[in-house]
Antibody
Framework: EVQLVESGGGLVKPGGSLRLSCAAS????????MNWVRQAPGQGLEWVSS????????YYADSVKGRFTISRDDAKNSLYLQMNSLRAEDTAVYFC???????????WGQGTLVTVSS | DIQMTQSPSSLSVSVGDRVTITCRAS??????LNWYQQKPGKAPNLLIY???SLQSGVPSRFSGSGSGTDFTLTISSLQAEDFATYYC????????FGGGTKVEMK
């Protein structure tokens, strides 16, 4: 069974940092691109970042470029999102999702809440 | 960036109704269009990929159509469990989502 479990969310002050993790199981993690998607309270879905297999390509939304860094450790079946210089507008539930070519994001984690507030 | 525009933003319907949601891309995305359903407090669930392919396990009352810039999600006969918010997503380039359509009970 495919499972994605996010962790690392919490309350952080503006300007602070946080590192999110996504533990994958039930599939060959190294064979899939992965995405981070967030959802601010009461708002829609916003794509944040994507990483290809072998970490060859990394993409970021303009809203996080230069502040967030996506990475993966295939040996640990894990996806990460390092978030620096956090702002109030980064407050959201952050989901990791598996990306299947031609199919879209077919499996999602349950999400982890990040709150940026003083 | 490719912008995705969904309409309507909300819909009041009854069980048994036929529901149609549209999504328009700011440029041609061929058939790289996916539809998701999201219920409160839950992760999105993939319904339709590649504009018209039904994801495994999704009821056949859901269907998708379109190509290029204009796409449609149709629920042929709405069931109680279908009250939710629906999002389109383009995967032609870096991902973008539509603003969502909330399907509510009339």
């Amino acid at each position: 069974e495919v499972q994605l479990v996010e962790s690392g969310g919490g309350l952080v002050k503006p300007g602070g940092s946080l590192r999110l993790s996504c533990a994958a199981s039930g599939f060959t993690f190294s064979g899939y691109s992965m995405n981070w998607v967030r959802q601010a309270p009461g708002q829609g879905l916003e794509w944040v970042s994507s990483i290809s297999t072998s970490s060859t390509y990394k993409y970021y939304a303009d809203s996080v470029k230069g502040r967030f860094t996506i990475s993966r450790d295939d040996a640990k079946n894990s996806l990460y999102l390092q978030m620096n210089s956090l702002r109030a507008e980064d407050t959201a539930v952050y989901f990791c999702a598996r990306d299947s070519i031609g199919v879209g994001s077919d499996y999602w984690g349950q999400g982890t809440l990040v709150t940026v507030s003083s | 960036d490719i912008q995705m525009t969904q309409s309507p933003s909300s819909l009041s319907v009854s069980v048994g109704d036929r529901v149609t949601i549209t999504c328009r891309a700011s440029q041609s995305i061929s058939y790289y269009l996916n539809w998701y359903q999201q219920k409160p407090g839950k992760a999105p669930n993939l319904l339709i990929y590649a504009a018209s392919s039904l994801q495994s396990g999704v009821p056949s009352r859901f269907s998708g159509s379109g190509s290029g810039t204009d796409f449609t999600l149709t629920i042929s006969s709405l069931q109680a469990e279908d009250f939710a918010t629906y999002y389109c997503q383009q995967s032609y380039s870096t991902l973008t989502f539509g603003g969502g359509t909330k399907v509510e009970m009339k």
